[in-house]
């Protein structure tokens, strides 16, 4: 005779077959999603290979390419500078701007009051 014990697995195997049975097999909603992921992950592979490519020979061309410099562009201008707040409109600071012949800036030199 059966013991309960035995009684009650067979119940849930017997139970767990009837669920089983229940599910139908439905369309799958991400047919070839798989694919994709592994195409995509050979392509970043190849991607990342080409990098590191490129980056080997733009530093052999780093290495071999002379470094220009700028020269630095002369003073023609000197003005008078006031440094305000803009809210309150209160004078934080006075200095001095070096400009070139375009009219930029090209130093700063700031004295506080």
Not at 11 to 17: D, I, S, V, Y
Not at 69 to 90: C, F, H, L, M, N
Not at 99 to 107: A, C, V
């Amino acid at each position: 005779m059966l013991s309960i014990k035995q009684i009650v697995l067979y119940t849930g195997c017997l139970g767990m077959l009837v669920i089983l049975a229940a599910c139908d097999e439905k369309e799958d909603p991400y047919q070839g999603f798989s694919n994709l992921v592994a195409e995509r992950h050979e392509l970043r592979k190849s991607i990342a290979k080409e990098r590191q490519g490129e980056k080997a020979q733009s530093q052999d061309a780093e290495a071999t390419k002379e470094v220009k410099t700028e020269k630095p562009t002369a003073v023609v201008y000197e003005r008078q500078i006031e440094i305000t707040d803009a809210a309150s409109g209160k004078p934080l600071a006075k200095g001095v701007a070096y400009l070139n012949k375009e009219g930029k800036i090209t130093r700063i030199r700031i004295y506080n009051q």
